[in-house]
């Protein structure tokens, strides 16, 4: 396997089974008087000790049912009481959220022949195939698609119905002796020389998902009891209405600043490595002038209104911008820091990012349109397994749609088993 497959570790094209779990029953349903339901769900537990890595997919997590429209997705991880935990406890590396197909009447974990079809959203990158999903900036981060637009679910092929899985990639920096370069997973405080598929990891990779698998512990300052066990759990809340006709459905993209592109033939295929390094500016050069800025430049396969964007960057992000390809900026996406100890505000940790809601119509983008992303990181400090993405909701023109247009999703060509990778 080369070093750069590695990135199937955080890579959702490569599910390992890891966990498969029913869904928590623990849920709370409310509907207002307009018909906007919300449902609260939470995960199922996830044992943590200081300085230890939890990277857990768990399938078949509660959701919403019927067809419906999604209009919001809010999330955090909070403790067995209930409250809320702050990211210098358990540091949120990444949750993502995805959908898949399981045959009608299935209801065995076990059941070894049973098959999955895996329902992807609309690109580019086939390594991100969620549906949702953030990172640290969860808690201040808006989420919600405005009126007529929504993510329609609950459309499964016939014979299936809709299953969800969730990555939660989070990290217990209690007693560590450093706990920024824990978080950003470098290599010398995991006292790691193989990545978690057995394979050696060499002295080029100095950082990044490889290093922080799940099961392996950061360096603990001496004397720091490791026996302190916490029990977290994701709480998540979808926001959504049932399904119908007036309900301008969108198709989700996410794009990856460390993608590169390869042709074969007439067909462009992504590599979507997730993760970069961003090294630190000589103490020679100016502090204004210490950024990193990477950009990559990628084709959108069809066209349609943009109606929201947002990036995700790590901690040093400065800012992303998505250009359109005359040069118009279509989303500018900037970190929010936090200045406090409480959670949401946590001092040094990007606890938020600001999206970007287009009037409806003022944003076009056109069939094979060429978009660049741009990704700032302050270069004073080096910074290991950063991540720039941007995720953008696209709908077709409000004057095209018409009461029997629906946004179907991809499915992938694999059926797969519950046994093997999801």
């Not at 909701?393 to 060509?413: D, F, G, H, M, R």
């Amino acid at each position: 396997m080369s070093g750069a497959s590695h990135c199937g570790l955080l890579s959702l094209a490569i599910l390992v089974l890891t966990t498969f779990v029913s869904p928590t029953s623990q849920r709370d349903l409310r509907m207002d008087e307009n018909g906007l339901k919300t449902e609260t769900f939470l995960s199922p537990k996830v044992e943590h000790e200081p300085g230890s890595v939890s990277n857990k997919y768990l399938y078949d997590i509660g959701f919403p049912k019927g067809h419906i429209a999604v209009k919001r997705f809010d999330a955090e991880v909070v403790d067995e009481a209930g409250h809320s935990v702050p990211l210098h406890q358990a540091y949120i590396h990444h949750w993502a959220v995805r959908r898949y197909y399981k045959p009608l009447g299935h209801h065995s974990n076990n059941d070894s022949t049973s098959t999955y079809k895996l329902a992807m959203n609309a690109g580019v990158c086939d390594s991100l195939p969620q549906y949702f999903g953030l990172g640290a900036e969860t808690r201040q981060t808006d989420t919600h698609v405005p009126d007529p637009y929504g993510i329609e679910v609950g459309n499964p092929p016939e014979g299936y119905e809709d299953a969800w899985v969730l990555n939660l990639h989070t990290i217990d920096t209690r007693g560590t002796v450093d706990s920024l370069r824990c978080l950003e997973c470098k290599c010398e405080l995991y006292n790691v020389t193989v990545d978690g598929f057995g394979d050696p990891i060499g002295n080029v990779y100095t950082g990044g998902i490889r290093c922080c698998y799940d099961g392996v512990r950061c360096r603990l300052k001496d004397g720091y009891s490791s026996d302190v066990r916490k029990v977290y759990y994701m709480k998540y809340t979808v926001t959504y209405v049932d399904w119908n006709p007036s309900i301008v459905p969108v198709k989700i993209y996410i794009f990856d600043v460390a993608d590169t592109l390869e042709w074969r033939e007439s067909l462009q295929r992504h590599h979507c490595w997730i993760e970069y390094e961003v090294e630190s500016c000589s103490g020679s050069t100016a502090n204004e002038k210490c950024v990193d800025t990477k950009s990559v430049s990628v084709n959108l396969a069809s066209g349609g209104d943009v109606i929201y964007a947002v990036a995700h960057q790590h901690i040093g992000g400065i800012g992303s911008t998505l250009y359109g390809e005359d040069g118009q900026t279509i989303c500018s996406s900037f970190p929010i820091y936090g200045e406090g100890t409480e959670p949401g505000n946590e001092a040094g940790y990007i606890v938020g990012m600001t999206t970007c809601y287009p009037q409806p119509g003022s944003i076009k983008i056109v069939e094979g349109e060429m978009l660049t992303i741009a990704s700032n990181y302050s270069t004073r400090l080096s910074h290991t397994g950063v991540m720039g993405m941007f995720y953008i909701l696209v709908a077709e023109p409000l004057q095209k749609c018409n009461s029997t247009l629906q946004a179907q999703p991809e499915i992938s060509e694999t059926t797969v088993n519950p046994a093997d990778d999801l």
